[in-house]
């Protein structure tokens, strides 16, 4: 059976947990939200009341905590379970989104977090979004799309997805977050966000998300590989 690897990269905002989520659903593969594994790494932290900027702390609260990732084949969609709880919705708090770039940028967790993925990559038949998968956790992938859009639509994406979640947060200060995390994102050290070479870019500023998973289905099954 042909493994097939979907890699989908892009900035905070951009859509790639949505349009992953779908393309897996429409292709029947497997989906995997990497963001949320930093994510939760980031509130294990601050429920343990230990310092984001601590890089040892944070790798001892990574290797210790019981992280459980559910893949729901129905939806395709990801639960996630930190030491037996549901977490699904807290990892997307304001104080969980405020402090997972710093989390995800220390050397050692993107090591322990992206060596856990590419456990779950090498199985193949999957769809993984992030900021790196193309470049450093499936670098192998058969297919890589980069999503970008404008800070202001992105800001207004999160605005959307707080309110759904009970959160009410000022569109400038969201916009202003995005600028920090796309700057923090693209000049740390390790595995910095980046479009592969031989990704293909697709700007989802003015689609709306059927528009962007018909695009990405169009750029696969155009291919002549089977999935």
Known sequence: MLIVKIA????????????????????????????????????????????????????????SMDLEIVFDSETKSNLIYLDGQDVTAQIRQPRVN???????????????IVALQKEIAR?????????????VVMPDADWKIFLEASVEERARRRQRELKRNGHDVELLELAEQIRQRDHLDSTREVSPLRKADDAIEVD????????????????????????
């Open 204 to 227: 989802t500023t003015h689609l709306t998300i059927e528009q962007v998973v018909d695009k990405v289905l169009s750029i696969v099954k155009g291919d002549e590989r089977d999935v």
């Open 98 to 112: 405020a402090n997972v770039s710093l989390v995800s940028s220390h050397k050692k967790i993107r090591e322990y």
């Open 8 to 63: 989908i990269d892009g900035p905070a905002g951009a859509g790639k947990s949505t349009i992953a989520r779908l393309v897996a659903k429409q292709l029947g593969l497997r989906y995997l939200d990497t963001g949320a594994m930093y994510r939760a790494v980031t509130l294990a932290a601050l429920q343990r009341g230990v310092s984001c900027a601590d890089e040892e702390a944070l790798l001892r609260v990574a290797t």
């Open 123 to 135: 199985q193949g038949r999957i769809v993984m979004d992030g900021r790196d998968i193309g470049t």
